[in-house]
């Protein structure tokens, strides 16, 4: 079973808010690179690394969601790791679509909402302002900053 790549994107534009919260220029949030339109199975990554592209493939994956995409640079020559990140993800048919501050700021499907939510944090007041946005979480955690780590280490599944 595949879902058209176009719908899937207006989905996720319209459910992330790509298109009206402020970002980084460098940050080109939405479709980064497109494939032949179909989607069956999907792989995240926080960095559009050449090592995430290539596991997103042996996966199976035809599109990657990423944290920070694969253009996180200043305009550059599309040579070296560029060069092979886009000629792997091309020749795989692999998609690769990018949410930076719209991942991090929404209030059900974002990063700090989700880790805040997994280690009991209670929301307690906004986040940093970034350009109008409220950014991270505030909260109060009733425990131990050693127990925070440990349920920091249990959402994450990797050592804090």
């Not at 989607?39 to 996966?59: F, N, W």
């Not at 199976?60 to 995409?69: C, E, K, Q, R, T």
């Not at 640079?73 to 949410?99: E, H, W």
Request: hydrophobic residues 45%; aromatic residues 4%.
């Amino acid at each position: 079973m595949s879902i058209n790549l176009s719908a899937i994107t207006a989905f996720l534009d319209k459910t992330l808010s790509v298109d009206s919260l402020p970002d980084a220029s460098r940050a080109l949030n939405g479709l980064q690179l497109e494939n032949e339109g179909a989607v069956s199975k999907i792989a995240v990554a926080v960095d559009g690394s050449e090592r995430t592209i290539h596991e997103a493939l042996v996966l199976g994956a035809d599109l990657l969601i990423l944290h920070h995409g694969i253009f996180w640079q200043d305009m550059q020559p599309i040579t070296g790791i560029s060069y092979r990140k886009l000629k792997a993800a091309m020749d795989g048919n692999l998609a690769i679509y990018s949410a930076h501050i719209p991942l991090d700021v929404h209030p059900v499907y974002g990063n700090n909402a989700l880790l805040a939510k997994a280690c009991g944090i209670r929301p307690a007041g906004e986040g940093l302002d970034y350009h109008g946005v409220s950014l991270g979480a505030c909260g109060e955690f009733a425990g131990t900053c050693r127990e925070l780590a440990e349920r920091l280490e249990s959402a994450l599944g990797a050592p804090v």
